[in-house]
């Protein structure tokens, strides 16, 4: 059996990424899909911490999809954000609390839908990263990789490494 994801229109709502931005990401999510001629209704693997699967729905896209995303590093990166965002809210059952500054060796704060309001408590770092095709190893060799850069953060909380590769498609969410 398999949960439904909408990719585009990409549901963040409970969350604190703004539905203009959400739609950012699913629509780079999307983009990368169907690079890897993947069509709406695929099927996404989720490894690691729990093993699920996940149906990627998603709009018809046009020639201005793949044009504004024509940057395949950048529409990687930002569909990797939608793709594990989504997953790892799933998993968890946190939300995402903000985007981390740059510098911190990870990218996203998640944390539980009730917060006590004390600092920290109930956060959890959240490192992305995404990968359009791997080549073959690619995926485990930057799980590890993740999980060292998120390392050097381990005094502020909790973390949590997602990789996302679209070529499958498929996510590893590890607890480094």
């Given at each position: 059996?398999?949960?439904?994801?909408?990719?585009?229109?990409?549901?963040?709502?409970?969350?604190?990424?703004?539905?203009?931005?959400?739609?950012?990401?699913?629509?780079?999510?999307?983009?990368?899909?169907?690079?890897?001629?993947?069509?709406?209704?695929?099927?996404?693997?989720?490894?690691?911490?729990?093993?699920?699967?996940?149906?990627?729905?998603?709009?018809q896209?046009?020639?201005?999809?793949?044009?504004t995303?024509?940057?395949?590093?950048?529409?990687?990166?930002?569909?990797?954000?939608?793709?594990?965002?989504?997953?790892?809210?799933?998993?968890?059952?946190?939300?995402?609390?903000?985007?981390?500054?740059?510098?911190?060796?990870?990218?996203?704060?998640?944390?539980?839908?009730?917060?006590?309001?004390?600092?920290?408590?109930?956060k959890?770092?959240?490192?992305?990263?995404?990968?359009?095709?791997?080549?073959?190893?690619?995926?485990?060799?930057?799980?590890?990789?993740?999980?060292?850069?998120?390392?050097?953060?381990?005094?502020?909380?909790?973390?949590?490494?997602?990789?996302?590769?679209?070529?499958?498609?498929?996510?590893?969410?590890?607890?480094?």
């Open positions: 059996m398999f949960k439904q994801i909408s990719v585009l229109p990409i549901d963040l709502a409970t969350s604190a990424v703004t539905p203009a931005f959400a739609t950012v990401l699913g629509e780079a999510a999307a983009v990368c899909l169907e690079k890897n001629d993947h069509i709406s209704g695929v099927l996404l693997s989720a490894n690691g911490i729990s093993s699920e699967t996940y149906k990627l729905e998603w709009d896209l046009y020639p201005a999809h793949h044009s995303y024509s940057d395949l590093q950048d529409a990687t990166e930002l569909g990797a954000y939608g793709i594990a965002l989504l997953v790892v809210m799933d998993l968890t059952g946190k939300t995402v609390i903000e985007r981390s500054a740059k510098g911190g060796g990870f990218d996203w704060w998640i944390g539980d839908i009730d917060p006590s309001g004390l600092p920290f408590q109930g959890t770092r959240l490192e992305v990263s995404g990968i359009l095709k791997d080549g073959g190893g690619s995926l485990a060799a930057r799980v590890r990789e993740k999980k060292k850069q998120i390392d050097p953060s381990n005094s502020l909380g909790p973390g949590i490494v997602a990789v996302v590769e679209f070529g499958q498609p498929q996510i590893r969410v590890e607890i480094p």
